[in-house]
């Protein structure tokens, strides 16, 4: 009897615990919520701390936003906060589930304006990322001379936007790795991969390098033609570096090709420094985009010159 008891009262005094710390938790949770996102006499600058959400120290797009920072005067004071894309990714999912400010760098192809349909570009009156990107194949010189083949196949390759999306969209939304999902794409497109191939020849087990960089959209790209390369009896390896490393390998010699150059403004700086030591193979997508971006939600912002100074 008395056992039982002592039984419900620990059982009792558990419960109200469990209410009390419950009640405690939510009410924090709302407090905080208020402080953050609705003292009207903040502006955007100083609610995202002067900071634009950025994304790996050696890509393109962090290099031009330095350069954005530098050129619009209402950015004095900014900074990017350089992590990763999936870093990226995870404080912008954070901010639109709250509908707190965020500023962020975007590109296309790629799935972020898709899953988040709220996304919008900021204009950019002074043109510092450019209007249309294209992605460019790039050989090292002498490739065409020691391995025609290859060259030719990888001068040849050319698909559309939608095409790389599609890989990426599907090996987001599945989980299955890029390099699976591409192959695949080869498997189900023989009449563009026969455009690429037309005239190749094929060999035995000669070694073709491509150096990349280690975005979804580089290793869709990069796997696809890896895949016909193979078809061809190539044995393909890719290599995934940073932006400034993949031009100094191709320029150097130590890899035979990339097809990754985002141009005329994302790789600007560094196609310029090794300009004179690769052979350009000219566009393999057009159509690419990169910018800062906003959600929706933010109304009164549409320009990079709607961001406060600090
Ligand atoms: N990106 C995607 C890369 C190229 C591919 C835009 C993030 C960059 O160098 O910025």
Redesign the pocket.
């Known amino acids: 009897m008395l056992e039982n008891w002592k039984n419900q009262i620990i059982w009792i005094t558990g419960m109200l615990l469990v209410l009390f710390l419950a009640a405690c938790g939510s009410g924090s949770d709302s407090e905080e919520n208020a402080e953050e996102s609705s003292d009207s006499s903040m502006n955007i600058g100083e609610e995202v701390d002067y900071t634009i959400t950025g ?1 790996e120290p050696g ?4 290099v031009t936003t330095e350069k954005a920072i530098e050129e619009y005067e209402n950015l004095n004071g900014w900074e990017v906060e350089q992590s990763s ?1 999936a870093a990226m990714v995870t404080e912008l999912e954070k901010a639109m589930n709250n509908e707190e400010p965020i500023v962020v760098t975007g ?1 296309n192809p790629h799935w972020m304006f898709t899953k988040f349909d709220n996304l919008k570009y900021l204009e950019d009156p002074q043109g510092v990322y450019g209007e249309v990107e294209q992605i460019k194949s790039l050989a090292r010189t002498g490739l065409e001379e020691e391995k025609p083949n290859a060259y030719k196949l990888i001068d040849q390759f050319n698909w559309s936007v939608e095409d790389m999306e599609g890989i990426m969209y599907e090996s987001s939304d599945t989980g299955e790795d890029i390099a699976a999902v591409a192959k695949q794409w080869v498997e189900d497109n023989p009449d563009k991969v026969a455009e690429w191939t037309d005239g190749v020849e094929d060999v035995d087990g000669v070694a073709v390098e491509l150096v990349s ?1 280690p ?1 979804d ?2 290793r869709a790209s990069a796997n696809v033609v890896a895949e016909a390369l193979e078809q061809k009896g190539f044995n393909v390896t890719i290599t995934p570096v940073d ?1 400034a490393v993949m031009f100094e390998a191709i320029a150097n010699g130590d890899g035979d090709a990339t097809l ?1 150059a ?1 141009m005329p403004q ?2 600007a700086d560094f196609y310029e420094s090794f300009v004179d030591d690769f052979v350009d193979l000219g566009e393999n997508l057009d159509g690419a985009k ?1 910018g800062l971006a906003v959600p929706e939600y933010m109304e009164d912002i549409n320009s990079i010159e709607d961001l406060e100074a600090k």
């Not at 890509?59 to 962090?62: D, N």
């Open positions: 994304i890509a393109g797009i962090t894309t590109w960089t975005w959209s580089e932006v990754a985002w994302t790789h990169i």
